[in-house]
């Protein structure tokens, strides 16, 4: 038997659910409270196209070849120092 | 005399996360080259500290945060601080959601606007965005880098993540994307 949330509580937990890293307890709860709560589904929405924005900003840049060269020579310099 | 090979196998796997969030740190390709330097240096130091078995990213991570702090926080140029007097963070959710209740203007802010409005974060929001929502590092991962509660990543993740909100809806009025509210 799941607590009945108020809208505060499923904004607290709305980040946690999108990034699935929420208790199934806590999953369970939010998800009944927006079956019944037209307005944080629309927050549900609204969080979700963020998280996408902020993960396509986040990209897989990686370490500039050079950079790595660099770093990697003086590693070396040391372990052999 | 630490294994060489070993250090280079476990490490070297996560030159490129290091790299990325030193980038997000410092503000600067350069600083970040040097920061990482420095902390490999520092992680090859301690490597016979290291336990065997336990989280080697978490590890390398929290040493290139200590060396941030120590060596690049006061030289780092802050951008605009912004504004933490908000008493209700959901307020900025309601504020900014009210043109465009879906969030459609996020579709059209570019990468390096939403990498900006990030960097330009007080530092204790800065750190935890990169790692939380940049690199998708798991909260216990996460405070155990930055050596706070788990409860504490998530009340900065919270609140960060509001005013990456409102910074983004504010770019977006300057952009013309969306009115503003008179």
Known sequence: ?81 | MADVADFETQVLPHLDTLYRVGRRLTGESADAEDLVQESLLRAWRGWGGFTAGSNVRAWLLTILRNTFISRWRSRRREGTPVSLDDADPNAILRAVQTEDPEGNFFDRVVDAQVLAAVEALPEEYREAVVLSDLEGLPYAEVAQVLAVPVGTVKSRLFRARRLLQRSLHDHAVELGILKGTP
Do not use: K, N, Y
């Not at chain 1, 038997?1 to 505060?8: K, L, Y």
């Open chain 1, 1 to 81: 038997m799941s607590h009945v949330i108020d809208c505060a509580r499923a904004l607290e937990l709305m980040q946690d659910w999108l990034r699935q890293e929420v208790t199934p307890a806590h999953a369970a709860e939010l998800e009944a409270h927006l079956g019944r709560c037209a307005a944080c589904r629309g927050h549900a929405e609204f969080e979700s196209r963020f998280r996408a924005a902020l993960e396509r900003a986040a990209g897989d840049e990686e370490c500039p070849a050079e950079t790595r060269a660099r770093l990697l020579a003086a590693l070396t310099r040391e372990q052999q120092g």
